[in-house]
């Protein structure tokens, strides 16, 4: 009699596979969910970072006679190109974490200098040094127009060791959009946007100097 009810509740192969099946179909419906969710989530974060990272660059222009912060300033006799705006706000971040976006798997420090990982990069049309280079150059906010429609910090590309970009240098091409086809990017005033490729294709968003 027992054995009888032993075979009853076993599963055959059929009723195996067809559970299997199942399983596989829900799991191929629901992991995309979960990884959008979980991107979802980065994305979150990410508008979180840039938020606190504006707060340190409004101090930063504060305590400077209302200079941006440079993109790289010189650092004598340390052998490097200089200091990024990644170092000179960790006075105010207290925090080197702030600096990586939870989608970027790889951010890189600026080549040559005293720098840290990071995953976003400065605007150099507001800040691109104050000591280093052909065109020394940082905007004070008295000289910035359209301050609410210009880029400070947009999240750069994995493989880009380097503090930011211009916009008529390099277009776009260091600007990643890593949140589901999407990147997130800091305004000059404060605000933070979900933005995709198409969004920032115009130089009125990098240039306030402009018409």
């Known amino acids: 009699m027992s054995r009888d009810l032993s075979r009853r509740r076993a599963f055959t192969l059929v009723e195996l596979l067809v559970v299997l099946g199942i399983l ?3 799991g191929a419906i629901l992991f995309p969910v979960f990884a959008r969710a979980r991107e979802s989530a980065h994305k979150t974060a ?7 990272l504006y707060k340190a660059a409004k101090m930063y222009i504060d305590d400077n006679d209302r200079t941006l912060v440079p993109a790289r300033t010189e650092a004598v006799g340390s052998g490097t190109r200089g200091v990024t705006w990644c170092v000179l706000l960790q006075p105010y971040l207290h925090n080197s974490q702030v600096l990586i976006c939870p989608s970027d798997p790889e951010p890189a420090a600026s080549a040559d200098s005293l720098c840290l990982p990071h995953s976003y990069g400065i605007n150099y049309l507001l800040s691109f040094n ?3 280079g052909t065109y020394p150059f940082v905007a004070r906010m008295s000289t910035v127009s359209r301050v609410s429609d210009t880029v400070l910090f947009f999240e750069l ?3 880009v060791a380097e503090m930011g970009a211009s916009f008529y240098t390099h277009r776009l091409s260091r ?5 589901n086809q999407k990147g997130n990017f800091g305004f000059l005033d404060g605000h933070i946007k979900t933005l995709g490729m198409a969004d920032l294709g115009s130089v009125r968003s990098w240039d306030p100097f402009t018409g």
């Open 130 to 132: 104050n000591r280093w």
């Open 175 to 179: 600007v990643s959009c890593r949140h």
């Open 24 to 26: 596989a179909v829900l």
């Open 46 to 52: 990410c508008v979180a970072q840039l938020s606190q």
């Open 157 to 159: 590309k994995d493989e």
